[in-house]
């Protein structure tokens, strides 16, 4: 008999070949962000044949992909799309969206919350205010961002081992997005350290041009930042208003909604 969505039978109903090639893609992770058909073979205890049919697959069907200078392998574009469509039913986006989008029509600025996958941010939300704000940034839900020239990204950074953090700045590369841009991995890593001392951070047009965003850290029930998000505005807008009203709205924002997803803020 089948009740809701669990079939029963002991896993008389499993499928194999589909067991493998979900055993396959659970290997990849931090630690192994790239293998080799052989590494894939061992750390799976599939045979190299069962192996090599399995990633071929992965690779047609836009799962997995290979490195083209190292021939490893590593998750391809239709995992990231799954997990964006996923995305939705996580606890994250349904708490975020209500506390960033009264965020927004507090302050009149855009507000957007991004994720880290490998070396650059996926956008998640992106909440524009009822009001108050008169120019679209060029950024759009499922689309990537650099880590190293957006406040979001470098609360990433600062949440990382300093070691970690400069192999992933060291991996990027540096692009002249606008005249504020900066390029110095040094410079980078220094306000990078500010911003773990601060716990947010605020960037000037480095990314788009006349735009400054105010940036906080989202964390979960393991102290681990999951996301981040920034509230942002035109410069001469922003030069007009309240920072510190601006700062304490979004600080307020990164407490509750990481306070509902267990983290424990300690002041």
Same mark, same amino acid.
């Given at each position: ?7 029963? &039978? ?6 194999? =070949?589909?067991?493998?090639?979900? $055993? ?15 590494? /894939?073979?061992?750390? =799976? %205890?599939?045979?190299?044949?069962? +192996? ?9 069907? %836009? ?12 998750? &391809?574009? @239709? /995992? ?7 995305? !939705?039913?996580? !606890? ?8 960033? $989008?009264?965020?927004? !029509? @507090?302050? &009149? ?13 996926? *956008? +998640? ?27 979001? %990204?470098?609360?990433? *950074? ?12 060291? =991996?990027? @590369? ?11 991995? #040094?410079?980078?890593?220094? *306000? ?6 601060? $716990?947010?951070? /605020? +960037? ?23 996301? &981040?998000?920034?509230?942002? %505005? ?5 030069? !007009? ?6 700062? #304490? ?6 407490? #509750? ?11």
């Amino acid at each position: 008999m089948y009740r809701g969505n669990k079939p029963e &039978g002991n896993g008389r109903y499993a499928i194999t =070949s589909v067991q493998n090639a979900l $055993k396959v893609l659970k290997l990849f992770d931090a630690q192994n962000v790239q293998l080799s058909l052989i590494e /894939i073979s061992k750390l =799976s %205890g599939i045979s190299k044949s069962t +192996t090599l049919r399995i990633v071929f697959t992965l690779v047609q069907e %836009g799962f997995l992909k290979q490195d083209e200078t190292s021939k490893k392998y590593e998750l &391809g574009i @239709e /995992i990231v799309r799954m997990g964006l469509s996923a995305f !939705d039913s996580l !606890d994250l986006n349904r708490i975020a969206s209500a506390r960033l $989008k009264k965020l927004a !029509d @507090e302050t &009149g600025l855009i507000v957007q919350m991004a994720i880290l996958n490998k070396n650059e941010l996926i *956008l +998640t939300l992106k909440i524009l205010p009822k009001v108050g704000f008169s120019r679209a940034l060029s950024s759009h839900i499922g689309g990537s961002m650099p880590i190293w020239c957006t406040g979001i %990204g470098r609360l990433f *950074l600062a949440n990382m081992k300093e070691e970690k953090a400069r192999e992933i700045l060291n =991996s990027c @590369e540096l692009k002249q997005y606008t005249p504020n841009t900066i390029l110095d991995r #040094d410079e980078i890593m220094r *306000l990078v350290k500010t911003a773990a001392k601060e $716990k947010s951070i /605020i +960037t000037s047009s480095e990314h788009e041009n006349g735009i400054i965003s105010i940036c906080y850290p989202i964390y979960d029930h393991t102290n681990k930042m999951i996301a &981040g998000f920034s509230a942002s %505005g035109i410069r001469e807008v922003i030069a !007009d208003m309240d920072i510190n009203k601006i700062k #304490d709205a979004a600080k307020k924002a990164s407490e #509750d909604i990481s306070n509902e997803l267990g983290h424990n803020i300690v002041s």
